[in-house]
């Protein structure tokens, strides 16, 4: 069925497919929609009344358009070529990664789901970059096999996050690039309560912790699509790991919050393109089990609420 569906639309001039993909983006919003509630509130709550119904209606319709988009482009990328990257990606920063890797010791690349975040490494694993990314698998079985094809075709190398910390070491060390996506919600034995939109959420700290045992430098990287065409703008920039602290269990946490900003500030900039659709804020809804900073502690809604220490 994916292979049928990729073949039907690479038949397809790119501007008919995006048109179709936001056919399916109306049929979504309106008829089936999956996933609207969830966005609404989660934009209600980030905005705290900053938003009215029909801002957060025009965010929430963005969004769907952003994904449904992404989904016609996944389904065409079985032809895409180094030339459509050259042509679409208008790339800045791309020598802060070159520079990286001239240390040898791999790179780190701080991603997260704004924008078009598949594209963004399937076009540059295209132009040659050794591309490793770690991802959760998806659980229908068609679309995971066709998925995990499409990446490998492009030069994209899928790590699971499921006993991936040597897997992500000797990447590292082989010189390649590793990128961590970090703004969807950690399991607690994976993640660190930070503040995010001013609502506690648990968050990866991998990015410092991996830089902190193996010395690779680490950049952050965002592609914003241009309107509703096939244009995207990617931006990267270093970004040094700091010590203030000196203590690992400290620094990790500095530093994971100055990331977490960082990508709060990408989605402020141009919110309908980030996946407003998933439950971010589950620590938020239910802190109880959670370790809470103390700075942190007075976002907790439940102020009876007994936490931990």
Same mark, same amino acid.
């Given at each position: 069925?994916?292979?049928?569906?990729?073949? /039907?639309?690479?038949?397809?001039?790119?501007?008919?497919?995006?048109?179709?993909?936001?056919?399916?983006?109306?049929?979504?919003?309106?008829?089936?929609?999956? $996933?609207?509630?969830? @966005?609404?509130?989660?934009?209600?709550?980030?905005?705290?009344?900053?938003?009215?119904?029909?801002?957060?209606?025009?965010?929430?319709?963005?969004? &769907?358009?952003?994904?449904?988009?992404? @989904?016609?482009?996944?389904?065409?990328?079985?032809?895409?070529?180094?030339?459509?990257?050259?042509?679409?990606?208008?790339? #800045?920063?791309?020598?802060?990664?070159?520079?990286?890797?001239?240390?040898?010791?791999?790179?780190?690349?701080?991603?997260?789901?704004?924008?078009? &975040?598949?594209?963004? $490494?399937?076009?540059? @694993?295209?132009?040659?970059?050794?591309?490793?990314?770690?991802?959760?698998?998806?659980?229908?079985?068609?679309?995971?096999?066709?998925?995990?094809? /499409?990446?490998?075709? #492009?030069? =994209?190398?899928?790590?699971?996050?499921?006993?991936?910390?040597?897997?992500?070491?000797?990447?590292? @060390?082989?010189?390649?690039?590793?990128?961590?996506?970090?703004?969807?919600?950690?399991?607690?034995?994976?993640?660190?309560?930070?503040?995010?939109?001013?609502?506690?959420?648990? =968050?990866?700290?991998?990015?410092?912790?991996?830089?902190?045992?193996?010395?690779?430098?680490?950049?952050?990287?965002?592609?914003?699509?241009?309107?509703?065409?096939?244009?995207?703008?990617?931006?990267?920039?270093?970004? %040094?790991?700091?010590?203030?602290?000196? !203590?690992?269990?400290?620094? &990790?946490?500095?530093?994971?919050?100055?990331?977490?900003?960082?990508?709060?500030?990408?989605?402020?900039?141009?919110?309908?393109?980030?996946?407003?659709?998933?439950?971010?804020?589950?620590?938020?809804?239910?802190? !109880?089990?959670? %370790? &809470?900073?103390?700075?942190?502690?007075?976002?907790?809604?439940?102020?009876?609420?007994?936490?931990?220490?």
């Amino acid at each position: 069925m994916m292979l049928l569906l990729s073949r /039907l639309f690479c038949a397809m001039p790119a501007g008919l497919a995006i048109a179709v993909g936001r056919f399916f983006a109306w049929f979504w919003y309106w008829i089936l929609p999956v $996933g609207r509630a969830v @966005a609404d509130r989660n934009l209600r709550d980030a905005y705290r009344g900053d938003l009215n119904r029909s801002q957060r209606r025009w965010i929430v319709r963005r969004c &769907i358009d952003i994904q449904a988009i992404g @989904a016609v482009e996944l389904l065409r990328a079985v032809e895409y070529t180094r030339e459509q990257s050259l042509q679409y990606v208008h790339q #800045t920063g791309m020598e802060h990664i070159d520079r990286a890797l001239e240390q040898g010791k791999g790179c780190i690349v701080v991603a997260s789901h704004v924008g078009s &975040i598949d594209l963004m $490494g399937y076009s540059q @694993a295209i132009l040659g970059y050794p591309m490793h990314v770690v991802v959760k698998d998806i659980h229908w079985k068609p679309a995971q096999d066709f998925i995990r094809a /499409l990446r490998e075709r #492009t030069g =994209v190398t899928l790590i699971s996050p499921r006993k991936s910390g040597d897997v992500i070491r000797q990447t590292l @060390a082989d010189n390649k690039i590793v990128a961590l996506i970090i703004d969807q919600h950690a399991n607690r034995y994976r993640g660190i309560v930070c503040e995010f939109f001013g609502m506690l959420a648990s =968050v990866t700290p991998a990015p410092a912790r991996f830089h902190f045992d193996t010395g690779a430098p680490a950049v952050t990287a965002v592609m914003y699509r241009r309107g509703n065409t096939s244009h995207f703008d990617m931006t990267v920039e270093p970004f %040094e790991m700091e010590r203030p602290h000196g !203590e690992l269990d400290l620094d &990790i946490r500095h530093n994971t919050e100055r990331l977490t900003a960082i990508i709060e500030g990408w989605i402020r900039k141009d919110p309908g393109q980030w996946l407003w659709l998933h439950k971010r804020w589950k620590v938020h809804e239910n802190p !109880e089990g959670w %370790e &809470i900073p103390e700075k942190l502690r007075h976002l907790v809604r439940d102020a009876d609420l007994q936490l931990p220490g």
